[in-house]
């Protein structure tokens, strides 16, 4: 859907950059409260006919992600070191297409808990990092994460779980179909005193808001829905957005620099149309929602002589404290089929350790999950600690493919000034811009909780009747789809880079917000924070606009 | 990082080696572009050869055949996986192809070296192969081979490998839009979900 166009010498009151998780809902929030908004997103727009089964483009050639030829990253695990070219996929790995990652994320939407915000007063202090309180307390966020539920659609079971925080909705869709893996899992668990539920998913069990229910394909973790059942920006709020005759999305519009004139304020957002002609959007107010990898790399490419360190960034906070969270796994074997390539990836998860446990001797904690491991081939090239990798043994192992399942492990990562993102000293992208280059290294703590994980998804597997049971290595990462805290959210301006409203110390009419505005990294499963984060956000912001408070 | 991340990045990293001097950036999105060209140029399930030569080829279908063998159910070879990594490395993987030809030489070489009587790998018995892809299945060009091996055997038939789906068919994976549950055999007979009481609030 096309609909309402700006002139670019028109000032329209918001520039939005960036179309995924967290852009679709603030443009939606922005235009509904009766401003006009153009979102500028990098990549293309698709509709859902273009979405297929088909690991070759999609894991392997970046049919809707960044790729490592046009948008090149460097990476290195400390920053004494030079960082290398990453030529197979990149270290920050992100949606690049309208919709952003919501079109290829696994869709897994538990809250966070309570303790995710405060975890630092309740902690104490961890020496060498950035531990902090978030500025905002869940219950802050609660209306937020209802309404993701039902303006985004979510299927749950709300009061099944013995730690879910407190809510004022259930959700509006019950469970999907619980999968082999989720009975086994359920089964397991249970059997060691633990409390698996239902699956919290942004996948709908029936038809809700005119999309159809799921048709159990199998094809979410990686993939964009081809029949929209899972809920991704592009099927949800940008249509809405749309509908309103104040939001025009731009695709293939790759945002360079936000400008800013002599009293610090921003005037709008320099970008590449698709034929890499150079255009700019003037604007009375800028949201970068570009995700926590872009967004700090556009606000350090629009350094000028007032900000020569970055927009934003006095606190010169900006891309620091990168999160990635971790994604471990124990694989379990079992005597009959489970054919975990159908449906939903996720049907059971667990949070019976979620809260960080001082008796285990470091920080972290994480939630469980049942799942099917990645599909055919992706599931072939992986192994598992000790397993053969070729020969008759390993084709005697492909063939335990429709009898395992993964119990996933998601967990902390502390937030370490070392971890972060910058620009390439050397290295430039398809458009001649600065390419990003990460430096990340996981804290022991994070490693220390993943292997503690790994153990309990094993155990539980193992409870399950397993015949066989192994466990992914443990090893720092080097890439992630979660990319968070890179513009932490704070009240104090020279330790945070945007304040509780998103709006950036520095620049009254910038905002930032997406995974970069993350204080803790959570558990894992972020996108449903991201999303609450910008209800919240567009709602503060358009009231602000409206009071010309911008 | 697992053992895949490894392959793939060595995989990968001869292509955007390739890639840095190439006046012009080609990105993934232009590749498929090319593997379109190519399947309608060249239908898949074909015999021809297009970067491989023939005892080139003979070579990494043996090696792909060591990988997954041909048993009592087929393998790499009744896949065709060495038409894909031919088909690959002309079109989408066209960058990798130089590196990859000047490590197979150097496999190949240093397979005659320590047999010189054997006329080539692919010539060279079963056992004799295995002993020694177990001394060389660390380096890179084994791990290029193994990727494109899977990439050849798993993913969709149109690529030109996965012939008659039968690397979908050994590990029974079934390619299809629409399922219902039951989905397995541990799902048929579930109660549904109880709440634990016991434990809830």
Same mark, same amino acid.
């Given at each position: 859907?096309?609909?309402?166009?700006?002139?670019?010498?028109?000032?329209?009151?918001?520039?939005?950059?960036?179309?995924?998780?967290?852009?679709?809902?603030?443009?939606?929030?922005?235009?509904?409260?009766?401003?006009?908004?153009?979102?500028?997103?990098?990549?293309?727009?698709?509709?859902?006919?273009?979405?297929?089964?088909?690991?070759?483009?999609?894991?392997?050639?970046?049919?809707?992600?960044?790729?490592?030829?046009?948008?090149?990253?460097?990476?290195?695990?400390?920053?004494?070191?030079?960082?290398?070219?990453?030529?197979?996929?990149?270290?920050?790995?992100?949606?690049?297409?309208?919709?952003?990652?919501?079109?290829?994320?696994?869709? %897994?939407?538990? *809250?966070?808990?309570?303790?995710?915000?405060?975890?630092?007063?309740?902690?104490?202090?961890?020496?060498?990092?950035?531990?902090?309180?978030?500025?905002?307390?869940?219950?802050?966020?609660?209306?937020?994460?209802?309404?993701?539920?039902?303006?985004?659609?979510?299927?749950?079971?709300?009061?099944?779980?013995?730690?879910?925080?407190?809510?004022?909705?259930?959700?509006?869709?019950?469970?999907?179909?619980?999968?082999?893996?989720?009975?086994?899992?359920? *089964?397991?668990?249970?059997?060691?005193?633990?409390?698996?539920?239902?699956?919290?998913?942004?996948? %709908?069990?029936?038809?809700?808001?005119? &999309?159809?229910?799921?048709?159990?394909?199998?094809?979410?973790?990686?993939?964009?829905?081809?029949?929209?059942?899972?809920?991704?920006?592009?099927?949800?709020?940008?249509?809405?957005?749309?509908?309103?005759?104040?939001?025009?999305? @731009?695709?293939?519009?790759?945002?360079?620099?936000?400008?800013?004139?002599?009293?610090?304020?921003?005037?709008?957002?320099?970008?590449?149309? *698709?034929?890499?002609?150079?255009?700019?959007? @003037?604007?009375?107010?800028?949201?970068?929602?570009?995700?926590?990898?872009?967004?700090? &790399?556009?606000?350090?490419?629009?350094?000028?002589?007032?900000?020569?360190?970055?927009?934003? %960034?006095?606190?010169?906070?900006?891309?620091?404290?990168?999160?990635?969270?971790?994604?471990?796994?124990?694989?379990?074997?079992?005597?009959?089929?489970? %054919?975990?390539?159908?449906?939903?990836?996720?049907?059971?998860?667990?949070?019976?350790?979620?809260?960080?446990?001082?008796?285990?001797?470091?920080?972290?904690?994480?939630?469980?999950?049942?799942?099917?491991?990645?599909?055919?081939?992706?599931?072939?090239?992986?192994?598992?600690?000790?397993?053969?990798?070729?020969?008759?043994?390993?084709?005697?192992?492909?063939?335990?493919?429709? @009898?395992?399942?993964?119990?996933?492990?998601?967990?902390?990562?502390?937030?370490?000034?070392?971890?972060?993102?910058?620009?390439?000293?050397?290295?430039?992208?398809?458009?001649?811009?600065?390419?990003?280059?990460?430096?990340?290294?996981?804290?022991?703590?994070?490693?220390?909780?993943?292997?503690?994980?790994?153990?309990?998804?094993?155990?539980?597997?193992?409870?399950?009747?397993?015949?066989?049971?192994?466990?992914?290595?443990?090893?720092?990462?080097?890439?992630?789809?979660?990319?968070?805290?890179?513009?932490?959210?704070?009240?104090?301006?020279?330790?945070?880079?945007?304040?509780?409203?998103?709006?950036?110390?520095?620049?009254?009419?910038?905002?930032?917000?997406?995974?970069?505005?993350?204080?803790?990294?959570?558990?894992?499963?972020?996108?449903?924070?991201?999303?609450?984060?910008?209800?919240?956000?567009?709602?503060?912001?358009?009231?602000?606009?409206?009071?010309?408070?911008? | 990082?697992?053992?895949?991340?490894?392959?793939?990045?060595?995989?990968?990293?001869?292509?955007? !080696?390739?890639?840095?001097?190439?006046?012009?950036?080609?990105?993934?999105?232009?590749?498929?572009?090319?593997?379109?060209?190519?399947?309608?140029?060249?239908?898949?399930?074909?015999?021809?050869?297009?970067?491989?030569?023939?005892?080139?080829?003979?070579?990494?279908?043996? =090696?792909?055949?060591?990988?997954?063998?041909?048993?009592?159910?087929?393998?790499?070879?009744?896949?065709?996986?060495?038409?894909? =990594?031919?088909?690959?490395?002309?079109?989408?993987?066209?960058?990798?192809?130089?590196?990859?030809?000047?490590?197979?030489?150097?496999?190949?070489?240093?397979?005659?070296?320590?047999?010189?009587?054997?006329?080539?790998?692919?010539? !060279?018995?079963?056992?004799?192969?295995?002993?020694?892809?177990?001394?060389?299945?660390?380096?890179?060009?084994?791990?290029?081979?193994?990727?494109?091996?899977?990439?050849?055997?798993?993913?969709?038939?149109?690529?030109?490998?996965?012939?008659?789906?039968?690397?979908?068919?050994?590990?029974?994976?079934?390619?299809?839009?629409?399922?219902?549950?039951?989905?397995?055999?541990?799902?048929?007979?579930?109660?549904?979900?109880?709440?634990?009481?016991?434990?809830?609030?």
């Amino acid at each position: 859907m096309t609909g309402q166009t700006f002139k670019e010498s028109e000032t329209v009151d918001f520039v939005v950059v960036g179309s995924g998780a967290a852009g679709g809902v603030v443009a939606r929030e922005l235009a509904r409260g009766g401003l006009t908004v153009v979102v500028l997103e990098q990549g293309p727009r698709f509709s859902l006919r273009n979405f297929r089964h088909d690991e070759l483009q999609d894991w392997y050639l970046g049919g809707i992600t960044n790729d490592v030829v046009k948008n090149p990253q460097t990476f290195r695990d400390d920053e004494t070191k030079k960082a290398e070219l990453q030529t197979f996929k990149p270290a920050l790995w992100y949606g690049r297409a309208v919709g952003g990652a919501s079109l290829h994320y696994t869709a %897994n939407f538990w *809250r966070f808990h309570a303790i995710d915000f405060n975890e630092r007063s309740v902690l104490g202090p961890i020496a060498g990092t950035g531990f902090a309180d978030w500025p905002i307390s869940y219950a802050d966020l609660e209306p937020y994460y209802t309404k993701v539920e039902w303006e985004i659609g979510v299927s749950g079971l709300a009061g099944a779980s013995p730690f879910d925080p407190p809510r004022t909705r259930p959700y509006p869709m019950p469970p999907l179909p619980v999968k082999s893996s989720g009975v086994l899992f359920e *089964r397991g668990a249970r059997k060691l005193g633990l409390h698996p539920i239902p699956a919290p998913m942004a996948i %709908n069990s029936q038809t809700y808001n005119g &999309r159809s229910g799921c048709v159990h394909c199998g094809f979410c973790h990686g993939f964009a829905c081809e029949v929209g059942a899972k809920a991704s920006t592009l099927t949800t709020v940008i249509p809405e957005a749309e509908k309103t005759g104040r939001c025009e999305v @731009r695709p293939d519009s790759y945002a360079s620099r936000i400008d800013t004139n002599t009293d610090g304020r921003a005037t709008g957002v320099a970008y590449f149309d *698709r034929d890499r002609r150079e255009r700019f959007q @003037r604007a009375r107010a800028v949201v970068v929602c570009a995700n926590g990898a872009e967004t700090p &790399r556009l606000l350090l490419m629009s350094a000028s002589s007032r900000f020569p360190h970055g927009l934003a %960034n006095s606190s010169g906070l900006v891309g620091k404290y990168l999160m990635f969270n971790y994604s471990g796994r124990a694989t379990g074997v079992f005597e009959h089929e489970l %054919n975990e390539y159908k449906s939903v990836q996720v049907t059971r998860i667990l949070h019976d350790f979620y809260d960080s446990d001082p008796k285990r001797g470091y920080y972290g904690g994480g939630g469980l999950d049942a799942r099917m491991g990645p599909q055919p081939t992706t599931w072939a090239i992986r192994t598992d600690i000790d397993q053969p990798s070729w020969g008759s043994a390993y084709k005697a192992r492909l063939k335990e493919f429709p @009898r395992s399942m993964q119990a996933a492990t998601h967990s902390t990562s502390l937030a370490l000034a070392s971890n972060n993102v910058t620009l390439d000293p050397e290295l430039k992208d398809a458009w001649g811009l600065p390419a990003i280059r990460v430096t990340y290294k996981d804290h022991p703590d994070d490693l220390a909780t993943v292997r503690f994980l790994q153990d309990r998804a094993a155990e539980i597997l193992d409870a399950a009747g397993a015949l066989k049971v192994t466990q992914g290595p443990v090893a720092p990462q080097t890439s992630s789809v979660h990319l968070l805290g890179t513009c932490r959210m704070g009240n104090d301006p020279a330790t945070s880079v945007v304040d509780k409203y998103h709006r950036s110390h520095d620049v009254p009419n910038l905002f930032l917000c997406d995974g970069s505005s993350l204080v803790t990294s959570g558990r894992g499963q972020p996108t449903m924070t991201i999303q609450a984060l910008a209800f919240r956000a567009g709602e503060h912001i358009a009231q602000f606009a409206r009071r010309g408070d911008i | 990082m697992d053992s895949a991340s490894l392959s793939r990045r060595t995989l990968l990293h001869a292509i955007a !080696a390739a890639m840095a001097t190439a006046a012009l950036p080609f990105g993934w999105a232009d590749i498929a572009q090319a593997v379109q060209d190519m399947r309608s140029a060249a239908p898949a399930g074909g015999s021809t050869l297009t970067f491989l030569s023939a005892a080139d080829a003979a070579d990494v279908e043996a =090696i792909a055949a060591q990988i997954i063998p041909s048993d009592d159910s087929p393998g790499a070879r009744e896949a065709g996986v060495v038409y894909f =990594i031919d088909r690959a490395l002309a079109t989408f993987f066209t960058q990798l192809g130089a590196d990859y030809r000047a490590q197979l030489t150097a496999f190949q070489q240093a397979f005659r070296e320590r047999h010189p009587s054997a006329a080539s790998f692919a010539a !060279a018995a079963s056992d004799q192969q295995i002993a020694y892809l177990n001394i060389v299945d660390r380096t890179p060009f084994f791990n290029t081979t193994r990727v494109l091996t899977l990439l050849g055997m798993f993913t969709r038939p149109t690529y030109g490998g996965n012939r008659d789906g039968v690397g979908w068919k050994l590990i029974g994976f079934e390619d299809a839009h629409v399922f219902q549950p039951p989905f397995g055999y541990y799902d048929r007979d579930y109660p549904g979900f109880v709440v634990d009481q016991l434990h809830s609030k």
